[in-house]
């Protein structure tokens, strides 16, 4: 839900979502502070995703049984519950799939994974909550019928098949057991903490990083202040060199237009922060940028700043990420800027040269590289 919120679907052009409704009713300004969020809620929603995949995977296999019986519902009450249990099941899974899938940097979706990914998760939610409200009671006395740390000190040869419980998740006539719970319990934790190892790196700066062998970023991007994190390069992005060179312009267009060249901005005041680019593939890095306030951009074009909103256009062609609109709120920060440099050398071409965004807090997704154009649209007030 958060990472919904933080594509700001509110600021127009940020929203492929058709018919969002009230599923919409929580969101909210997403701020600037703290400037590292969403690198934190970004990271988290990832990474425990993929911490997650090995108990989702246990969990359904401890039930499979139970999914496919027949007659699938002997009364309108268990009915309710199996489709619960469908849209339980399907939610985990398509929210699983789809979301590893996408930080894979699989597409293969034949619908945008945003929104898809977004009412995966509220089936999901709804299917969880009406599990927990139909199964509690019967949770709780389970858990309390047996001491989870006898549990622990079982080996296999003391290990006993659940007694037979023709409505419970229980086969009706087990096989000799060939594992026993703690080993069960030991398997899945060990397999989730592995994935955990091997994904989080990604989030790290620093040598932490190539720890994540699971992050399908792991590429080196050569040496110097410009080795960082490439999403997408500028040749895939169509974005040609000749476009960029000294014939490059930023139009700006507000109360009034201008036209400045990267000379023009060079010799604007410059202002440096440490900023992270946290991506909605749940890698992410702090680098230290240099380049003139978007504020001070928004005063050129007659506007003034916390007035109006901003849709921010780049050179590329075709893709899904070559324009993207920037809240109010976001362009008037101190710290957000039209980024001309990048750990005290110029932008590489594929970090945005000439000119790309960057705002404290902000998806990685909205800091538009190979800006072309900023046009500034007044919010209602
Ligand atoms: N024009 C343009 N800008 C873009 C993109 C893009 O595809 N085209 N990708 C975005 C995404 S998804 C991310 S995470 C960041 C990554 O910036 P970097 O490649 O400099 O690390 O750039 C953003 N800016
Ligand atoms: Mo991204």
New binding site residues.
């Given amino acids: 839900m958060l990472s919904y919120a933080a594509y700001d679907p509110r600021v127009p052009d940020n929203d492929t979502t058709p018919e969002r409704g009230w599923l919409g009713f929580y969101l909210f300004d997403w701020p600037t502070y703290p400037a590292s969020l969403y690198r934190v809620t970004q990271g988290v929603h990832v990474v425990l995703g993929l911490t997650l995949t090995a108990v989702l995977l246990a969990k359904l296999w401890s039930v499979i049984p139970r999914l496919f019986i027949w007659p699938p519902a002997r009364s309108a009450a268990q009915a309710v519950e199996r489709v619960s249990l469908l849209l339980l099941v399907g939610g985990a899974v398509f929210e699983f799939v789809t979301g590893i899938l996408n930080i894979q940097l699989f597409y293969v979706f034949p619908f945008s994974f945003y929104p898809a990914h977004l009412y995966g998760a509220w089936i999901f939610l709804a299917a969880f909550a009406v599990h927990v409200a139909v199964k509690l009671p019967k949770m709780v006395r389970s858990l309390r019928s047996r001491s989870i740390r006898r549990e622990l000190r079982t080996g296999l040869d003391a290990t006993r098949p659940e007694p037979p419980d023709p409505d419970g998740l229980a086969p009706l006539s087990p096989a000799e057991p060939t594992m026993s719970r703690r080993g069960v319990l030991a398997f899945v934790g060990g397999a989730s903490l592995l994935t955990f190892g091997l994904s989080v790196g990604q989030t790290m700066d620093g040598p932490l990083r190539r720890t994540a062998l699971l992050a399908p970023h792991g590429r080196d991007y050569g040496a110097g202040p410009n080795d960082?994190?490439?999403?997408?390069?500028a040749s895939?992005?169509g974005?040609r060199l000749a476009e960029t060179g000294p014939g490059w312009r930023l139009e700006l267009a507000g109360a009034r237009q201008a036209i400045l060249s990267r000379a023009d901005l060079l010799a604007l005041p410059l202002h440096t922060y440490v900023l992270p680019?946290?991506?909605?593939?749940g890698?992410s890095?702090e680098q230290s940028w240099t380049g003139v306030r978007l504020a001070d951009l928004a005063r050129l074009a007659g506007i003034m700043p916390g007035t109006a909103y901003a849709v921010v256009e780049?050179?590329?062609r075709g893709?899904?990420?070559?324009?993207?609109s920037l809240s109010a709120g976001q362009m008037s920060d101190p710290r957000s800027l039209l980024a001309l440099r990048?750990n005290g050398a110029d932008?590489s071409l594929?970090?945005?040269f000439p000119a790309?965004?960057i705002v404290p807090n902000a998806?990685?997704?909205?800091?538009?590289?190979?800006?072309r154009r900023i046009s500034f649209h007044p919010t209602a007030r």
């Fill in positions: 960082f994190q490439v999403n997408k390069a895939a992005m974005v680019i946290a991506c909605v593939e890698w890095a780049s050179l590329q893709g899904a990420f070559g324009q993207a990048v932008l594929d970090h945005g790309r965004i998806p990685g997704v909205h800091n538009t590289k190979w800006v």
